[in-house]
C-alpha cells in the first residue's frame, strides 16, 4: 500500500533532481559563453561592426593596415570594420614624441581614433609590415572592448603588451573569445 507521504516524497525527490540538472545545464551554458579570465576595457564602441575613414598610405602602410581589419574580419566573432566615406573614426599614421606604437581613443558611440606612431615602429620593427598589422589589430582590439593585458598574464592573446609585434598579427582564440562574450 502506498501512503501519499510517500507518493510526494517522490514527486519532491524527482522535482529536485530535474532542478538540479536544469541548474547545472543552465551554468554550463553560462560558464561556456563566457571565457574563464575574459578581460574588457568597457572604453571601446556599443556595436562590434565599425566603420573608419578610408586611409591613403604609401605602399609600406597601406596593405599591412588593411590586413589588420582583414585580420579581425576573418574572426568568427561579430567583429566587423569597413571603410566608409563619411565616418568620423580615422587612422593616422604619423610620428609622434610618445613610447607607445599605436594609440585607441574613443570620439563617441559610433567614433573612434587610431593612431600609429611610425618614429617607434620603425625603431623597433624587424618586419615593419608585420609589427604595424600587429599594434592596429591591438588597437582594433581595445575598439572591440579588450583590455590590455600584462606579459605576466600567460595568456597568448593580441593584447598582451609583450607579445611579439614583428610575428604575431592576428586576434588570437582569447581575443576572440572575449569579443564573442562582450558582444553577444
Request: aromatic share 12%; proline share 3%; hydrophobic share 35%.
Amino acid at each position: 500500500m502506498t501512503h501519499y507521504g510517500d507518493l510526494n516524497h517522490q514527486r519532491r525527490r524527482t522535482v529536485g533532481r530535474v532542478l538540479a540538472v536544469a541548474c547545472v545545464a543552465a551554468l554550463g551554458v553560462a560558464s561556456a559563453a563566457v571565457p574563464a579570465q575574459a578581460h574588457y576595457s568597457g572604453t571601446g564602441q556599443i556595436i562590434a561592426r565599425i566603420e573608419v575613414y578610408p586611409y591613403n598610405y604609401n605602399s609600406q602602410w597601406q596593405p599591412a593596415l588593411d590586413r589588420g581589419l582583414a585580420n579581425w574580419n576573418a574572426t568568427a566573432s561579430p567583429a566587423y570594420i569597413s571603410k566608409y566615406n563619411n565616418s568620423g573614426s580615422s587612422i593616422t599614421a604619423a610620428s609622434y614624441s610618445n613610447t607607445w606604437f599605436g594609440y585607441y581613443t574613443r570620439c563617441g558611440d559610433f567614433c573612434y581614433y587610431i593612431r600609429m606612431n611610425a618614429r617607434t615602429i620603425s625603431a623597433r620593427a624587424t618586419n615593419f609590415s608585420n609589427f604595424v598589422t600587429s599594434v592596429l589589430v591591438h588597437e582594433y582590439g581595445h575598439a572591440f572592448n579588450c583590455s590590455d593585458l600584462s606579459s605576466s598574464s600567460g595568456v597568448t592573446s593580441i593584447m598582451n603588451e609583450g607579445r611579439n609585434r614583428n610575428s604575431m598579427v592576428t586576434p588570437q582564440p582569447h581575443d576572440v573569445s572575449d569579443v564573442n562574450a562582450y558582444y553577444n
